[in-house]
């Protein structure tokens, strides 16, 4: 049920008062016993009282609407909540990081904001991203996303939302990102690319398809990796120039081109890939999404080998 504002209430007084002040001068002037002489002043006296008081009424609607359209931006209410209901993390008394060129020292600032435009930005794209259902179980409030997403600066875009929910702690103690991640898988671009980061990787992939994924074999080494697997019983003999410390990606491309029915996309920032099935379909998801996606089929993608990319040091 929707609550009434101070404006709703007095957009309803106005309009009110306007067809009371209205009538009582149409009754003075046509009505009985109605006043002696021509009634059209009268008359006229009404219309412009009506329409003077349903001009304030209007303006008190909007500024009502105007505050409502605020208060509940985005799926999930609000970018200007109510005292107590967002807290901020203190981060106690302000501590000397590194001296300025001056020989000041820095001391942290103020939380990072998004311009006006740049929260419903936020808003709309974890709206859009919400509809598609890959946030769950809970979907996260934008409000508790504003500053991580104004540190990466604008235009907002789907990468910037999704990693904002890294660090929505940092700025909301009762902020937990693991409350929005079981539909999503992070594999990021710049780490060790060891036996358990591929089979955590295996792990995402059959947690987001909901495929039965089974490592047969696995053999990583200096330059080289195999990997022996099973997608819903079909046999996969994957092997690629692996790279230390960067991300292959011969194995989600092999494994969704094996699940084409599923639909696995997704969008990359410079930290990584972002994964996840969107309801509808990836292409549809950023469709909507417009200059704030980038969001492609995974099985569209052509499989790179980090070490046929990566040129060995010296």
Avoid: N
């Amino acid at each position: 049920m929707r609550r009434w504002s101070l404006d709703d209430v007095l957009a309803l007084l106005w309009f009110v008062g306007g067809l009371v002040v209205a009538g009582y001068l149409l009754h003075l002037a046509v009505g009985p016993g109605s006043l002696e002489g021509s009634r059209w002043p009268l008359v006229g006296l009404a219309v412009v009282a009506l329409i003077g008081f349903t001009t304030v009424a209007v303006r008190h609607l909007w500024a009502a609407r105007r505050a409502r359209a605020e208060r509940e931006s985005g799926p999930v209410h609000g970018w200007f909540p109510d005292a107590g209901s967002v807290r901020y993390r203190d981060p106690g008394p302000p501590v000397p990081i590194a001296p300025e060129p001056s020989g000041m020292p820095f001391t942290p600032g103020p939380p990072p904001e998004l311009s006006p435009e740049g929260r419903a930005e936020l808003a709309r794209v974890v709206g859009i991203l919400d509809r598609a259902g890959l946030f769950r179980p809970r979907t996260p409030r934008p409000v508790d996303l504003m500053e991580a997403v104004a540190d990466a600066g604008e235009p907002v875009t789907s990468c910037t939302a999704l990693s904002a929910l890294w660090e929505g702690g940092y700025y909301h103690e009762d902020f937990d990102t693991d409350d929005h991640l079981a539909a999503l898988a992070f594999h990021d671009s710049h780490t060790e690319q060891v036996e358990d980061t591929l089979r955590e990787h295996v792990a995402d992939l059959a947690r987001l398809t909901g495929a039965d994924i089974v490592v047969e074999d696995l053999q990583v080494g200096d330059t080289r990796t195999t990997v022996r697997l099973t997608v819903d019983g079909t046999t996969l003999d994957l092997a690629w120039a692996s790279a230390w410390k960067y991300l292959s990606t011969v194995l989600h491309v092999a494994v969704a081109r094996a699940l084409p029915e599923v639909g696995l996309g997704w969008v990359w920032s410079d930290q990584g890939a972002w994964l996840g099935v969107p309801r509808g379909g990836v292409a549809a998801l950023d469709a909507e999404l417009g200059r704030a996606g980038g969001w492609t089929l995974v099985a569209d993608e052509e499989p790179v080998a980090a070490g046929e990319v990566v040129l060995p040091r010296d």
